[in-house]
């Protein structure tokens, strides 16, 4: 059984920064999985965010390319998603993910306000 469970969410301001963590627990080796961030508003469907695989590789969408930066932790079995330059667009419930095989695993979200 893995969990996961998200940190660092709140309201900030247009412009400003925020670095949101995620820990995973259960039986698992965390540092062969790839681990993802992804949003979601409501009435909307999730939405890719980063990416960081186990060799460190990275891939963000368009719309935060620049600004965001995914970094994992492998002895404290965490991952790191540090928001930059935040615009009201950007608000949402941020999720984090590990892929195990075909699967993901989510955790319950953290929520992310940016006030214009």
């Known amino acids: 059984q893995v969990q996961l469970v998200e940190s660092g969410g709140g309201l900030v301001q247009a412009g400003e920064s925020l670095r949101l963590s995620c820990v995973a627990s259960?039986?698992?080796?965390?540092?062969?999985?790839?681990m993802c961030w992804y949003r979601q508003t409501p009435g909307e469907q999730r939405e890719f965010v980063a990416r960081?695989?186990?060799?460190?590789?990275?891939n963000y969408p368009d719309s935060v390319k620049g600004r965001f930066s995914i970094s994992r932790d492998n002895a404290k079995q965490m991952v790191y998603l540090q928001m930059n330059n935040l615009k009201p667009e950007d608000a949402a419930v941020y999720y984090c993910?590990?892929?195990?095989?075909?699967?993901?695993?989510w955790g319950q979200g953290t929520q992310v306000t940016v006030s214009s």
């Open positions: 993910a590990i892929e195990i095989g075909t699967r993901q695993y």
């Open positions: 259960g039986s698992l080796i965390f540092g062969l999985y790839t």
């Open positions: 960081i695989t186990s060799l460190g590789n990275t």
